[in-house]
């Protein structure tokens, strides 16, 4: 895989490792599909011959992906609301007659202060419910059908942010931690199945923005650039990805994190700019 650009010094494929994962001519569902990060899933999955399905709640986006892709399947859907889950699960056994991948990537990411905002409680119970509540709830009714493939595999996308408890993203860092620690457990727990499980950690990725705030160092890859890392990982049996900056801030995290924390809640680090608007969105930069 090339160096690009916008990556930086840190655009580091993960070490490819462990026997092959078929990846040809699977079914695969991803939450998130109308973000940057899950739409390049869904493409780099579909080049490989997978019939592949996006769900967002944003239908307008879905229907351009759905445009710009064809043979891509997308189905509007809040994985918040358990009655739309249940819908999504029959549609996919309508469409494909089971499922071979599941990822979870629908994300919502707020910036606020738990102290100061009047609206802490509110914005709190958002990002359980999208980043933690979801994915549990997806892979526990997608398990009947993921254990009946010959091999199949569940995708849970955190952040290197799992890491590094921000003031700034108190919630948000503290449901992507505990995703983290929950795909850890479940891959222990499947250990005799057929099914794999993988974590995906995104660096900084550019889906738009001129220049992401986080870190201060402004480090992006393309979406098209770390869609194929993430596919030739799972190929490969890689079951912590982390590509690009998130293997810096892995390593900081376990080398000096106290240094990290400070660095990471400092406000220098915004480089002289505020903190970009909260904002709710399913396949952010930090779904």
Not at 18 to 28: E, Y
Not at 64 to 86: M, R, S, W, Y
Not at 157 to 164: G, K, Q
Request: glycine share 6%.
């Amino acid at each position: 895989m090339p160096l690009n650009r916008d990556a930086g010094l840190f655009m580091v494929v993960p070490l490819l490792r462990g026997a092959l994962m078929q990846i040809h001519g699977k079914t695969v569902l991803i939450t998130g599909g109308g973000g940057g990060i899950g739409s390049a899933l869904g493409r780099e999955f579909k080049s490989y011959g997978c019939r592949v399905m996006l769900c967002d709640k944003n239908a307008d986006t879905l229907s351009k992906i759905e445009a710009a892709l064809p043979g891509i399947h997308a189905v509007p859907c809040d994985v918040t609301d358990d009655a739309a889950i249940d819908r999504l699960k029959d549609e996919v056994e309508r469409t494909f007659g089971g499922l071979d991948i599941l990822i979870n990537n629908a994300a919502a990411s707020l910036d606020y202060s738990f102290v100061r905002d009047e609206a802490a409680l509110e914005k709190a119970a958002l990002e359980i419910a999208t980043n933690f509540r979801a994915p549990l709830r997806l892979i526990k009714l997608f398990m009947p059908l993921l254990a009946r493939a010959p091999e199949a595999a569940i995708v849970n996308v955190t952040s290197d942010l799992a890491y590094i408890p921000l003031s700034r993203k108190p919630t948000y860092t503290a449901m992507k931690a505990a995703l983290h620690a929950f795909s850890v457990a479940l891959r222990d727990d499947l250990e005799e199945s057929t099914i794999r499980v993988f974590e995906v950690q995104p660096p900084p990725v550019n889906v738009g923005r001129k220049r992401d705030y986080y870190f201060g160092l402004g480090l992006q890859i393309l979406p098209s650039v770390f869609a194929p890392a993430v596919v030739q990982s799972i190929r490969h049996d890689v079951f912590e990805i982390r590509i690009g900056q998130s293997q810096f801030t892995y390593w900081m995290s376990r080398i000096c994190p106290a240094y990290l924390r400070r660095m990471m809640n400092t406000k220098k680090y915004y480089k002289g700019k505020k903190p970009p608007a909260a904002e709710a969105a399913e396949g952010s930069r930090t779904a």
